[in-house]
């Protein structure tokens, strides 16, 4: 299945509260492969995220350590170049997970609308 690369970087949280469920052996190791998917692409993205600040950004001492911050006349090229990225097409296989998987965990409003797209659908 061909997702964008934002839809897995907005699951972030949500997909931290997957790897606490419980399920039969073939569908674990389908999960497993697909938040391990989803592991390397959100390192990734956080690399080339860490890299573009660098170069867009400036080094500043913030409570005695040193960051990088985006400059204000960097600003609008960085958050293009984000986007762009955001917007890149990623080919995973993505299991669809019950929603009685989820059994009593408890979830925040946001984190299952940022799983949604895992969910299978009951007829």
């Not at 970087?9 to 949500?14: A, K, M, R």
């Not at 080339?48 to 985006?70: C, D, L, P």
Request: glycine share 4%; net charge negative.
């Amino acid at each position: 299945m061909q997702i964008k690369l934002k839809q897995i970087i907005d699951s972030e949280t949500g997909l931290g509260i997957i790897t606490n469920l419980k399920f039969k052996a073939t569908e674990l190791f389908k999960v497993t492969k697909f938040i391990e998917a989803c592991d390397h692409e959100i390192k990734a993205f956080n690399s080339v995220r860490e890299e573009k600040i660098k170069q867009f950004g400036e080094q500043r001492e913030v409570q005695g350590k040193q960051v990088f911050e985006v400059s204000k006349d960097n600003q609008e090229q960085f958050f293009t170049e984000m986007e762009e990225l955001l917007n890149q097409d990623i080919e995973l296989e993505v299991p669809e997970i019950s929603l009685d998987a989820f059994g009593d965990i408890e979830m925040s409003p946001k984190e299952f609308l940022s799983l949604q797209w895992l969910i299978k659908k009951e007829d």
